[in-house]
């Protein structure tokens, strides 16, 4: 199988990452992984695991790789390289705004520059309320060009108990939209009530 690309940036959300990739890889999904700066800087602030020994953990599958930001001769950053799509998650609006209007100046963005002009999946989990016009007009530019655009919002309908739920929620959207199936827990799909 090929991989999914995951680009992690400096929006607020490092856990929808964290469970992202451990999903992923639990379904025996390759990953190629690049973080940015920012989004290492946010996952130092937000998470208890720290970045390095997450990563230390993931390299024990062979189903991982990572590259370094800055490293734009990386296979993902070339559109023969064959990937099954990409997830950005969490998406800075910076990033969100690079990668509507085809900036390619670090291998996250030119990663999501390859997928789109290669017409794979590209899923973008944006983190920043409220949005002004500018975001709203990057969105629906990216969603106008066959990008998911999937905000990390609770689905309340489902009665989440925890934070936990609410994460596993948003992370089996954004992978169902890869195409990786049954990435939703059982207690978080719908299911019709009894009247």
């Not at 025996?28 to 998470?47: K, N």
């Not at 990409?86 to 990663?111: K, Q």
């Not at 973008?124 to 998911?148: D, W, Y």
């Amino acid at each position: 199988m090929d991989p999914i690309v995951v680009g992690i940036t400096g929006g607020s959300g490092a856990l929808l990452a964290q469970r992202a990739v451990d999903q992923l890889l639990a379904s025996d999904v390759p990953v190629a992984l690049a973080c940015s700066a920012a989004g290492r800087m946010v996952w130092q602030e937000e998470m208890d695991e720290p970045f390095g020994a997450a990563l230390e953990r993931w390299r024990r599958s062979s189903l991982f790789t990572t590259y370094a930001v800055g490293e734009l001769k990386a296979p993902i950053a070339s559109g023969t390289f064959p990937t099954a799509g990409m997830l950005v998650v969490p998406c800075s609006m910076n990033t969100l705004a690079a990668i509507a209007h085809g900036l390619s100046d670090n291998l996250i963005r030119r990663a999501a520059d390859v997928t789109l002009k290669e017409g794979r999946k590209l899923v973008l989990v944006p983190r920043e309320t409220p949005l002004s016009a500018i975001h709203l007009e990057n969105m629906l530019a990216l969603a106008r060009m066959g990008v998911t655009i999937l905000s990390p919002e609770p689905a309340f309908y489902l009665h989440p108990q925890s934070i936990d739920d609410v994460v596993a929620f948003i992370v089996g959207r954004a992978l169902n939209a890869l195409g990786v199936p049954n990435a939703l827990p059982d207690h978080l799909r719908y299911q019709r009530r009894s009247e």
